[in-house]
């Protein structure tokens, strides 16, 4: 899984039936800062996801690939590949906090 | 699922019968621009598709990859790894509308 | 799915037993010239497939990764991440043909 | 699958039902030195994973990631995409051993 | 599928049990020559992978990567996402064997 920011929003109103309904959301992937490894930074990636936990723009979030983006209650026979699937309070590396929810 | 816009077509005669009567879609991924991230930018990389939503030419769309590609109704048993789920009417990254239908 | 040429060939006598008989093919994936587009362009990557239309050295591919190499009548049960599904005729970018197959 | 040293964890509160109670670790993949495959190396990557055998920070793991990391008892039906499957006890490269349980 | 030599071994006693018993090799993907085609060159990456074949250090091999790994008698419920499921006998490239079995 990797962790990322939600950046935005697609709004597609001519798509296949199961993504009726569906809120597809931006998520930009955010990476370890690999000078001091203090903080989490973007990486001006972005991936089009589905969310199933109610995240909001801004936050930090969990997001799985691939096959197992269905393997949530609510994303079973859906065609996508990438759910976010948690809503981050907090980073830690090396024993040292790199994010806490609210960050922004 | 990632964005991306449909540049050409594939003609193949001689395919798999599972592919007979598929409209193979040549679409070229977009990116955020990464300087002030206001408008969507083509990648120079592209994808073989098959279309589900009845996309055309020029049309930004939405793709998946993957497993999940076989995950609509017209698509389930079909040896693809990429399909076209949706045509994108906008897209909005942080609070700003930076595509719409019709743009080229 | 990706578009390719078919470059060589590997032999394999000591396989599982699933593997014999399959015809195992290199294959070079090309990409749109980034320059003008009016072409495709030899990638210098490569990868083994299975080969499932009878397609020959030096033909233009269409080829599918994954999970989906195993939705082909004869790839079912096979443990293969990559098979060749139809042979290209042509390939058009933005109205203009860029590939007829027998171009080499 | 892939090497890599457990660096860090997230503390998701707000998760799909399935992670409850999973524990989400930090890795980052390691890498034979290219110069002169004396050790493994850090990447400066990370990926988020689901620990099925109990390894603690510091341990160098082994990792699987996609379908697959739904293949061990504790995971099936996880909407994950990478799992942690075995500590590493010692890794040899070219009858030379550049790795041993213990070494940071 | 892709092509790599045998370079080394990991081991590891905590493992998940579905791996006991499996032998986990290090497998460094192989390329062609960029320059003329003429040989194939190291990578300098590497994949964990578990061996189907009974193949040895040194030898160049077939690897599957992904679900498809799982695809071998022995290795149906495997955690795995890499196998290796061929020793590879020659490699011809244009016409020209460009690998034969024994070469180091």
Known sequence: MFLARITGSVVSTQKVEELVG???????????????QSDLQPTGRSFITVDTVGAGKGEVVLCVQGSSARFTPGTKTLPIDCAIVGIVDSVTLKEKQIYE???V
């Open 22 to 36: 569906q809120k597809l959301l931006i998520v930009e992937p955010l990476r370890v800062n690999e000078k001091d």
């Open 101 to 103: 929810g609210g960050d």
